[in-house]
């Protein structure tokens, strides 16, 4: 018995084996809410109360929020083969980057697109110092895009503990608040900040143009499928990278504006702004299969999974370890079924 790619699965294929993985994902959940002592069903439900009211559906939204803009991002530079593991610290960087022109800077009308460009402007640099470490120096991005989370997560700490802590603060590790100017506006009394949905809504469809209706884009997917091939074309790979991963970090940034200019209002410990968003974007764009207009999709699903947990959460009083376990079994069961949907099993030799 061997596996096999099998680079066009089947519809009905894919949706088998999507429906097996999560079967008996929600199966190995059952054991472990017996063993709580918690009804599978009751917590099966609690896992999508979120779909069954307006206060849920937001949660999901605001969940989703930073999940589409990462994810599309992440999508063109995976096709691309530019493989970002450090949208989280880019995230930070544009929460870093909106909070100082939010807290140092003259407010006024401008402050807003201010704020975005600022923060956007970080992140893309953030993630275009590796593209340029790979391109110069042939140093993998892998391995420096994830260790800029760490600097980015240091840097935040080192400012919220120093010399950007709030005044009035005692006790507590984050700023100021906000001026009025400088928060986003939200939907009713929900914390879905709709600009940045929008923002993250349009980035999907203009990369999903840009990838399969532009020369770029034919450039930009030739150079992921076979560089070698890219490179005979005469096609600038380096500039087609760092174009990427400067796209891929502006997208990041702007999440970050948006978690602090929209829900917080102001800047506070890495972990309190971001809840592993940059690394759960990776799977949404993942899922994608490298089509910024299917990460419309698959955001909300893990946004739904995300509000499940913390509907679980609050209704069962279960430890927040327990709900990880929740949340990472049914996040590897789609991992699961995306890696063998693409394969066929082979059963001779």
Avoid: C
């Avoid at 059952?30 to 206060?55: I, N, Q, W």
């Avoid at 006024?108 to 975005?116: A, I, K, M, R, V």
């Avoid at 087609?240 to 970090?249: H, V």
């Avoid at 764009?285 to 999974?305: D, E, K, N, S």
Wanted: net charge positive.
């Amino acid at each position: 018995m061997r596996l096999e790619l099998d680079p066009n699965p089947t519809l009905q294929k894919a949706f088998l084996t999507y429906a097996s993985f999560l079967l008996l994902a929600l199966l190995l959940l059952g054991m472990l809410f017996l063993v709580y002592g918690v009804s599978p069903f009751k917590a099966y439900a609690l896992l999508l109360s979120p779909l069954t009211d307006p206060l849920g559906l937001a949660e999901i939204a605001r969940r989703t929020i930073p999940l589409l803009l990462i994810g599309a991002g992440l999508s063109l530079a995976f096709r691309v083969g530019f493989f970002n593991i450090g949208a989280e610290g880019q995230l930070l960087m544009g929460a870093v980057g909106a909070a100082y022109g939010a807290l140092f800077l003259p407010v006024g009308p401008w402050t807003l697109p201010l704020l975005f460009l600022l923060g956007g402007g970080l992140g893309a640099l953030w993630a275009g110092l590796a593209a340029w470490l790979r391109v110069r120096f042939g140093a993998s991005e892998i391995l420096t895009t994830l260790m800029q989370n760490y600097l980015a997560y240091y840097l935040v700490v080192y400012l919220v503990a120093g010399p950007w802590k709030g005044q009035l603060v005692f006790g507590f590790l984050y700023t100021d608040r906000f001026p009025k100017e400088a928060q986003l506006p939200r939907l009713g009394d929900t914390l879905v900040h709709w600009p940045t949905l929008l923002l993250g809504v349009v980035a999907a469809l203009v990369l999903h143009l840009l990838l399969f209706r532009t020369p770029l884009g034919f450039a930009w997917r030739v150079q992921g499928e076979n560089p070698l091939a890219a490179r005979y074309l005469g096609l600038p790979g380096g500039r087609l990278l760092l174009l990427t991963a400067l796209t891929s970090g502006l997208l990041a940034g702007f999440a970050g504006v948006g978690e602090v200019a929209g829900i917080h209002l102001r800047l506070l410990e890495p972990a309190q702004i971001s809840l592993g968003y940059g690394f759960t974007a990776i799977l949404a764009a993942w899922l994608a299969r490298g089509r910024p207009l299917l990460v419309l999709l698959t955001a909300p699903l893990l946004g739904l999974i995300l509000a499940g947990g913390d509907a679980l959460k609050l209704s069962l009083s279960m430890p927040f370890r327990v709900v990880d376990v929740v949340s990472g079994l049914l996040l590897l069961a789609l991992i699961g079924a995306e890696a063998l949907s693409r394969h066929r099993i082979l059963w001779r030799r």
